[in-house]
């Protein structure tokens, strides 16, 4: 069989951290302090969250595209107890980018903490942490036909592809913003220094009502670009001059990180949004004939590994 093509920076054995490492932040929506913790996991435990506000038999979620319960602004996790997560995209981005495989999220409240509103600061503590590589191939899914999922005038779209690439298409109404379209062939390195340091947006207008619904209640301009109806009013303005499409495409980095896995493959957006990037992962596992996981050897041989009921289940019991 032919070897699986990567980048060519992509790690072929699973990795974690070399220690576990702390941060703390407020909750873009809920405006409540939280601290997090990231732990060191053992090979196959991929990214499972703990809610240490909540009993140990409660609070375990793993990080999967079945487990997620909202999409409205942000992409929200739940477990069969009813815990949440919400916001995981930003570090479930940095995380892919880092290709931290294994890794324990300790958070006492029910929301990763939004930091800069980019994936920057968790990519900075994942460098702090360091990575050590496992005794365990690493994993990636390979797209083996399109899949995609429309609403309207919007669009996601997965196929066949060597690596990860992310092609988008933005267009809002406000000048500011307006349309913009960008290509991204991610790696390590071009997430560290194309996208990461993107941050989240938002229209002035928008505020108040976001606030009345119970959302962006800890948002602020430290956190979040803020577009007035005169341009961006964040002193210091923009970190790319397409800083938009770019968190847009970080975005969709976390959101198919949620597969449980790298994923081999071209993603393209236009208009799309997480609800959408859900969808398009939910459309892709229905369809066994879409997908294959393989199994990575440090020689570049590949296994394809066929047990769907084990990549389903995380193996909670190995940390708790």
């Not at 940095?94 to 968790?122: K, Q, R, Y």
């Amino acid at each position: 069989m032919e070897s699986v093509q990567l980048a060519a920076n992509v790690a072929m054995c699973q990795q974690t951290l070399k220690h576990r490492i702390s941060c703390t932040g407020v909750g873009l929506h809920s405006g409540k302090r939280v601290a997090m913790t990231l732990h060191p996991a053992p090979p196959g435990t991929g990214v499972v969250f703990q809610r240490t506000d909540l009993s140990e038999d409660e609070g375990f979620i793993p990080a999967l595209w079945d487990r997620v319960c909202d999409t409205t602004l942000c992409s929200t996790i739940a477990n069969d107890h009813g815990a949440r997560v919400a916001t995981v995209e930003h570090l479930m981005a940095a995380l892919a980018g880092c290709e931290v495989d294994n890794v324990l999220v300790e958070l006492d409240s029910a929301e990763v903490p939004i930091m800069d509103g980019s994936a920057a600061p968790f990519v900075f503590l994942i460098e702090c942490a360091g990575l050590v590589q496992q005794d365990a191939a690493r994993r990636v899914i390979r797209i083996l036909k399109t899949v995609s999922v429309e609403d309207d005038d919007k669009l996601v779209k997965l196929s066949p592809g060597n690596g990860l690439s992310v092609s988008l298409e933005i267009d809002f109404e406000n000048p500011h913003v307006a349309r913009q379209t960008h290509r991204f062939d991610i790696s390590g390195l071009i997430f560290k220094d194309e996208l990461c340091r993107a941050r989240t947006f938002g229209f002035e207008t928008d505020i108040e009502e976001m606030r009345n619904r119970g959302l962006a209640r800890g948002g602020s301009l430290q956190n979040a670009i803020v577009v007035g109806e005169h341009g961006v009013i964040n002193e210091g303005g923009l970190r790319y001059d397409d800083e938009f499409i770019r968190h847009k495409a970080l975005d969709a980095v976390g959101d198919l990180y949620l597969a449980g896995a790298p994923i081999m493959g071209a993603y393209q957006g236009v208009r799309s949004g997480h609800g959408l990037n859900n969808g398009l992962l939910r459309t892709l596992f229905a369809d066994l004939d879409a997908w294959e996981m393989v199994e990575i050897s440090t020689e570049g041989d590949e296994r394809i590994v066929s047990d769907w009921k084990q990549f389903q289940s995380s193996p909670i019991a190995a940390i708790a």
